[in-house]
């Protein structure tokens, strides 16, 4: 089993910046590639960003690309999402999960999932 804990949600302004953490406890950290995935209301969850267990490859949806940015710190079974000028639109749940070894982008690949951290991005 893996356990995730997602931190750092919050209300913050069109254009601020915010970084989520999700840690992670149990088996192995370094052995699962981790994923970032939201959730708006009313529509289905989505996926954000993934890396991989060594944090030498990453992958973003496109909605993302070039201003959110996906690391992980395997010393502290930590990883990050930093989620630079946000968008109203990025107003979601964030999710945090691990699938074993392979990076994917696909929500139902992955084993473990977090509880969700909110954000809200105001206009």
């Known amino acids: 089993q893996v356990q995730l804990v997602e931190s750092g949600g919050g209300l913050v302004q069109a254009g601020d910046s915010l970084r989520l953490s999700c840690a992670a406890s149990g088996r192995t950290f370094s052995n699962y590639a981790m994923g970032w995935f939201r959730q708006a209301p009313g529509k289905e969850r989505e996926f954000v960003a993934t890396?991989?267990?060594?944090?030498?490859?990453?992958y973003y949806a496109d909605a993302v690309k070039g201003r959110f940015t996906i690391s992980r710190d395997n010393a502290n079974n930590t990883v990050y999402l930093q989620m630079n000028s946000v968008k109203p639109e990025a107003t979601a749940v964030y999710y945090c999960?691990?699938?074993?070894?392979?990076?994917?982008?696909?929500?139902?690949?992955?084993?473990?999932w977090g509880q969700g951290t909110q954000v809200t991005v105001s206009s």
């Open positions: 999960a691990a699938r074993y070894y392979r990076m994917s982008s696909y929500r139902y690949e992955y084993d473990y």
């Open positions: 890396i991989s267990w060594s944090g030498g490859s990453t």
